[in-house]
């Protein structure tokens, strides 16, 4: 399988960045406990000055990173799992809801979900991990020619036995949960995540920030900081965001990167556009941490390399150590 999945990079990504530049890229759509307690954040172990996630090719010889698509439905609500993911990504769907992407490299929880479908623009978004394993519950139909052609692992609900179980907490579809260590042996570790992150201290400058709210067209996130935790705590849609054992989200840093948001030639079935999240190409951003907000700017010249962020003047944009949230939010 990992063999399959590195002779098929090189052409997939020529393919996907060919057709991001023509704007003709599909986009899918589909109708639609928790990590030991070790006293840290996801990631908190590296050394402030150290950047083990920065790469530009993916060409990292960790294992693969786990990526979760996660339900942020308030019927999925509270999720699990949450807090031991190294990076979150919130990206919006149909209707201007919004759905999580959680990825595990440091630890992998008991359990994660519940877990939903994925889209076009997840393939896109993970070409910067080195052979990801992308967990989810199905594709629409047309998309899964594409999710099997991506450079990545599939695995699609059902597809290993005993890895996924159906919780009896919430109702379907917001019940699906998986099993990660059934998937993988162990946490491939920090050097996974090949995203081009580097984690120091921070910039000079910046302003004080105590709250911010991003908003999509039916969703929104707040981050607000917590100087006792030394983090932000988060909010979905004005409810504070706690996982089912209990456990608060608080991520050390929080990225809001405004992309190109444009609209698919798919619907769900209620007749919602599917949006694509352009994640490769460049743009503006706004990093939240150590209770101060500064400006950057990000680039990602190709599928296959990670996201730079850098500081107006060029400089390398450093991240808190600890779990960091990236909200794709339109420029």
Not at 91 to 101: A, D, H, P
Not at 153 to 161: R, W
Not at 220 to 229: G, K, P
Not at 244 to 259: H, K, L, M, N
Request: hydrophobic share 35%; proline share 8%.
């Amino acid at each position: 399988m990992r063999e399959t999945v590195r002779t098929r990079r090189g052409a997939w990504t020529a393919a996907l960045l060919a057709a991001t530049v023509t704007g003709s890229l599909l986009s899918g759509c589909t109708s639609g406990g928790g990590a030991a307690d070790d006293g840290r954040s996801p990631g908190q172990s590296m050394s402030p000055s150290s950047s083990p996630s920065e790469s530009e090719s993916g060409t990292a010889t960790a294992g693969p990173v786990l990526a979760v698509k996660i339900d942020n439905a308030p019927a999925a609500r509270p999720q699990t799992g949450l807090d031991a993911a190294d990076v979150v990504y919130a990206e919006q769907v149909e209707g201007g809801l919004s759905r999580l992407m959680a990825v595990f490299a440091s630890t992998l929880p008991d359990a994660v979900g519940p877990v939903r479908s994925a889209r076009e623009s997840d393939l896109e978004l993970l070409g910067q991990f080195h052979e990801p394993t992308l967990a989810f519950s199905g594709a629409q139909r047309k998309l899964l020619p594409l999710i099997d052609d991506a450079p990545l692992d599939p695995e699609p609900a059902g597809k290993v036995p005993g890895a996924w179980y159906r919780g009896t907490g919430k109702a379907a579809p917001h019940n699906l949960y998986l099993r990660p260590r059934r998937l993988m042996d162990s946490a491939p570790g920090e050097a996974a995540l090949t995203t081009g992150f580097r984690f120091g201290p921070a910039p000079e400058g910046g302003t004080p920030e105590t709250s911010r709210t991003v908003r999509f067209p039916s969703a929104r996130f707040t981050f607000t900081w917590s100087a006792d935790r030394g983090r932000w705590l988060v909010a979905m849609d004005g409810t504070p965001t706690v996982t089912t054992d209990g456990r608060t989200v608080a991520p050390a840093t929080v990225v809001i990167q405004y992309v190109k948001i444009r609209a698919s030639k798919y619907h769900d079935v209620l007749g919602n556009n599917t949006p694509f999240t352009e994640s490769v190409g460049s743009g503006t951003a706004r990093v939240l941490r150590d209770g101060r907000a500064f400006d950057a700017n990000w680039t990602r010249s190709a599928a296959a390399d990670g996201t730079r962020f850098t500081t107006p003047d060029g400089a390398p944009m450093n991240f808190a150590p600890g779990q960091v949230w990236v909200v794709l939010a339109k420029a």
